[in-house]
Structure formats: C-alpha cells, structure tokens
C-alpha cells in the first residue's frame, strides 16, 4: 500500500530541490525518496553497529541469561 507524505520545506529549499532534481535526471518525488531510503540504510546501519558493540559489551550478561 502506498501512502503519501507532505513535508514543509522554505520556497528556497523547495526551488533547490527541484533544481538538483532535474539535473540528475529525476522527479522531486524520486530525489525525495531516493535520498529517504539512503537515510533509512544509513540509520539501520547505525542501528545494528550499535546492537553488535552493545551485545559484545555484555556478552557474559546475555549468555547468563540465555541459560
């Protein structure tokens, strides 16, 4: 299911985006969504590099409780 989304943005920013968009070739919505899914990827890696660094600090902990 696809839903939509309104995000607020300054005329400015607005202008920017639409001028950066048609430079690569692309439509608004597609520079918008191309440049939300890379901030998804970047947060889940983040995310995961943080659960890893976190699971090794206290892998004694978690083990003991997997018991």
């Given at each position: 299911m696809?839903?939509?989304?309104?995000i607020v943005m300054?005329?400015?920013?607005r202008a920017e985006l639409a001028d950066l968009a048609d430079a690569?070739?692309?439509s608004v919505e597609e520079a918008v969504l191309a440049?939300?899914?890379g901030w998804m990827q970047a947060e889940r890696e983040k995310a995961g590099s943080e659960?890893?660094?976190?699971?090794?600090?206290h892998a004694g902990l978690?083990?003991?409780?997997?018991?």
């Open positions: 696809e839903e939509q989304l309104i300054a005329d400015a920013e690569t070739g692309q440049a939300v899914r659960a890893a660094r976190l699971a090794g600090q978690l083990r003991r409780l997997g018991e």
